[in-house]
């Protein structure tokens, strides 16, 4: 299994060490994680103040509260990876590899052995009085499930040899981010930000579901991607923000047209996309976001329609003991052709750590899809069938050692569709259900948790 790396760099000053952890200790809003509550099996907590500190961005806000792109989630919300100094740079190093079965019933389904997997590094260092983050992100997927994607009944967006994929999720782009993100302070409460990436998250939607902790046990995109978070793969992204402590106003312009089949090129096009987007997070627990974009050509199939896209979200992290959490998430998208044929999403997603080692997580989900959507007879674009989903599933971690966790998991859906939808499906309810096994590395580690990649 070829695991994907994604690195984020974040630089932060290295100065007055010791006078500075405290500051950041007492800092209103810290959250537990933030302070270094988890630390390598006989690191001191000293140690991962130290390197929270480093780690801390302009006005002391966390690397937690950072989500795919520029978004922002709870400041609560665990990360899993390695954290570590190396000379000026804060690094920090995530991924995560799944080894799955996945098996879709009735006569639109499949089933598949394969990886779903992405890496990412992200490196900080102070510039000229600001920030700089620099991101790379990779995904084996094009290998370990091929351009075709997995088996996902309901599923639909982008294409595949010329003819649209339906029943299928699109597998990641080797690609996933290459960026680099600026943050200077302009008064005592104000900040200004700048995002380059020649392949970025604009400024539309949530944080994208492989970054939200209320879907870290789950894999599998859902059915609306397509209406809240598909752009968090852009291939040319300006983002200029402005913020404070608590809230964010950003605006991009960016490549609508998403990526093709052929998923280990950049692929170059012009600006021609525009987004504006919204953040609040009033405490460690809480993220409020309203976006609006109109994204140009987005199919390469239909390269004459564009469209305006609209979303809303609540994400919500609580802390549960020493290493449970739960994360939940309330998400609206809805997409509009020419101000008119307008369709809908709505998600709540969440995911239930217990005790660090037992998980049950779940997703609801409900979204309006056209005939065109779905490769129907009549391949119509104004006749919306409304569609839910339900998913339940389990996990379980088996073996921590040497900062990486191996777990096992499982899950199933039930999907509901209208009766003008049963002769293709086969059934009023389809149904589908997957195995993992996955491998990331452990929450919060340290520079002294880095010994255990050795020989990885």
Do not use: C
Not at 72 to 88: I, K, M, V
Not at 200 to 210: C, K, L, S, T
């Amino acid at each position: 299994m070829r695991a994907a790396l994604i690195v984020s760099a974040s630089l932060a000053p290295r100065m007055a060490l010791a006078q500075k952890t405290d500051s950041m200790a007492s800092m209103p809003g810290m959250s537990a994680h933030a302070k270094g509550a988890d630390t390598v099996a006989g690191a001191p907590s000293q140690a991962a103040d130290e390197l929270e500190m480093h780690m801390a961005g302009v006005f002391g806000i966390p690397h937690t509260r950072l989500g795919s792109g520029t978004s922002w989630q709870p400041e609560a919300a665990p990360h899993y990876g390695w954290h570590f100094l190396r000379g000026g740079w804060s690094l920090m190093v995530h991924g995560v590899a799944y080894a799955e079965y996945d098996r879709q019933l009735g006569p639109r389904g499949d089933d598949q052995v394969g990886s779903i997997n992405w890496g990412m590094l992200m490196a900080m260092h102070s510039l000229w009085g600001g920030m700089l983050h620099l991101h790379g992100m990779l995904s084996a997927e094009p290998a370990t499930i091929g351009s075709a994607g997995y088996p996902l009944l309901l599923q639909t967006g982008e294409s595949y040899r010329g003819e649209p994929l339906h029943d299928r999720q699109h597998p990641h782009d080797l690609f996933m981010e290459i960026a680099a993100l600026y943050e200077h302070e302009i008064t005592q409460r104000l900040a200004l930000s700048l995002y380059v990436a020649p392949v970025g998250d604009p400024a539309i939607g949530p944080v994208a579901f492989p970054h939200r902790s209320s879907a870290a046990s789950d894999p599998l995109a859902p059915l609306g991607h397509h209406w809240d978070d598909a752009t968090h793969i852009t291939f040319g992204v300006l983002t200029l923000g402005m913020f404070s402590r608590t809230w964010k106003v950003e605006g991009s312009i960016f490549n609508g047209r998403e990526p093709d089949e052929h998923r280990t090129n950049i692929e170059v096009r012009k600006l021609d996309s525009y987004s504006g987007r919204i953040f609040y997070n009033p405490n460690e627990r809480w993220s409020y976001s309203v976006s609006t974009a109109y994204v140009a050509s987005p199919e390469v199939l239909h390269p004459d329609e564009s469209l305006h896209r609209y979303s809303a979200s609540v994400m919500n992290t609580r802390l549960l003991g020493e290493r449970g959490e739960w994360s939940t998430s309330l998400i609206y998208g809805a997409n509009a052709v020419a101000h008119v044929d307008l369709s809908n999403s709505a998600l709540v997603e969440s995911d239930l750590s217990l005790d660090g080692v037992n998980t049950f997580f779940g997703r609801a989900e409900f979204v309006q899809k056209s005939a065109q959507d779905l490769v129907l007879g009549d391949q119509s674009d104004s006749t919306h069938y409304d569609i839910g989903a339900f998913t339940l599933g389990y996990s379980r971690e088996i073996v921590r050692a040497h900062g990486l966790t191996l777990g096992a998991s499982i899950l199933g859906t039930l999907s509901v569709v209208p009766g003008t939808l049963e002769s293709a499906y086969g059934t009023r309810y389809p149904k589908g259900y997957a195995v993992f096994l996955r491998l990331r590395p452990d929450r919060m580690h340290t520079a002294k948790g880095m010994a255990g990649m050795k020989g990885m």
